[in-house]
């Protein structure tokens, strides 16, 4: 099972492109908790060049409360990263972790439609931007 939804695009300012990524994630209710920089903490860290990748820490607060309700240590699995990395050809690639994959093998079938609506605004997020 494929773990991420992914899209590539060309094109783009990686800096407008981050803005358009949490923009759409505010449309579907999720807000940026984290942000980490990988090409800066891999310079800084390893002495390593890295294109521009950051990882967002996206939350949608209404269905965090849902999971964490019915299963406290689900906040292991919180938030829902979504990345953006350039890449050699120059396009930038969006990926967020999918919900369901990841969710697979709890256990717990209250979790499942959750995981599936979650997915859903994940696509969409994925989707929109351009």
């Known amino acids: 099972m494929k773990y991420h939804i992914t899209k590539s695009v060309s094109n783009q300012d990686f800096p407008l492109l981050r803005e358009k990524v949490i923009t759409a994630l505010k449309e579907e209710g999720f807000g940026v908790l984290t942000e980490i920089d990988i090409q800066a903490t891999m310079k800084k860290k390893l002495d390593k060049d890295y294109l521009p990748f950051v990882i967002l820490g996206a939350c949608n607060p209404v269905f965090a409360d849902k ?15 979504v990345s953006l990395r350039k890449l050699d050809s120059g396009e930038i690639e969006i990926s967020a972790i999918d919900p369901i994959a990841a969710m697979s093998n709890l256990g717990n079938p209250a979790i499942e439609p959750l995981a599936t609506e979650v997915r859903k605004k994940l696509e969409n997020v994925v989707a929109s931007v351009q």
């Open 67 to 81: 999971v964490l309700s019915i299963d406290p240590n689900m906040s292991a699995l919180l938030p829902c990263n």
